[in-house]
């Protein structure tokens, strides 16, 4: 589908793109395989289109009269679902977006809501790009604000010895999610520097400002995700630090025990003898005298390092 914005935004034909009005076009890559030499786009970067999603592309392809980037897209709720995947093509007067990869809806709804936004009075080529990928960061913000509760969250849980079985998977879970938001910030801030140089000169020079708005954004995004990372990290020796804890406790326990009962081994030891000339092998309360005693002991040590605090 492709819209043009004269005295309104009207939905028109490939075949009725008039290239001295600004145009915005929606499509897949299907069409772009059918429509590419319409645009004289270069053949390279429908093949780039084509590739397998992989890791963040932080460049753009500037060609003499458009450029090219293909962008991996990550929600910032669920950054280790499947990657949504788009390209851009823009030239004077134009801006085409090919969905490759929406699974989720993302670059269909963030379309939606660019319609919405935009005034035919006052729009131009530089405002539907920012407003594209300031789309892409709207809900960001607030995310990272529940990231940063979650975090608060495991923090008490620490503290309160309730960290279950699962605490270590979930916080390496939340480490790889940040990892992966802060390398798309990352993709982004490079796109928005490529697109302020307008190597090609296709963005009006007093309004490619406008990009660095957009960077300046992605940016404290950025800085906000190294944030919670630092506090995960701080997080994960803390909670290590309460597994050392719990296992000097324990360890601290059999060492007692074992202290408290080692008089009763000397004692057994002691009548285990093979002598002769034991008297109280023949005694009639031989064995209650014993018995006697290592409970005497025991309850003796018991007590003082309880006096102590050892226990």
Known sequence: MFYQFDDEMLSIDLDEINEKILCLGFINLNELEKCYKRFSFSVS????????IGLFSSDIDVFDDFSFVKLNIVSADQPQTERTCCALYMKKNMMLIVNIYDKAHIIRDNFIRMQSKISCESITLEKLVCAFFEGLIAEDNSTLENSEFKINCLEETVLKNKADRNFNMRLLNMKKELLTLRG??????????????????????????????????????KENVDLLRDSVVHLWDAYQAYLDMRLNQTMKVFTMVTTIFSPIAVIVGWYGMNFDFMPELHWRYGYIYVMTVSILVVGALFIWFKKKKWF
């Open 184 to 221: 798309y910030y990352e993709q982004l801030i490079d796109i928005g520097d490529s697109l302020r140089e307008n190597e090609n000169e296709i963005f009006d020079d007093l309004s490619v400002r406008q990009f660095h708005v957009f960077t300046n954004k992605a940016a404290r995004l």
């Open 45 to 52: 970067t429908v093949e780039k289109c084509k590739e397998k």
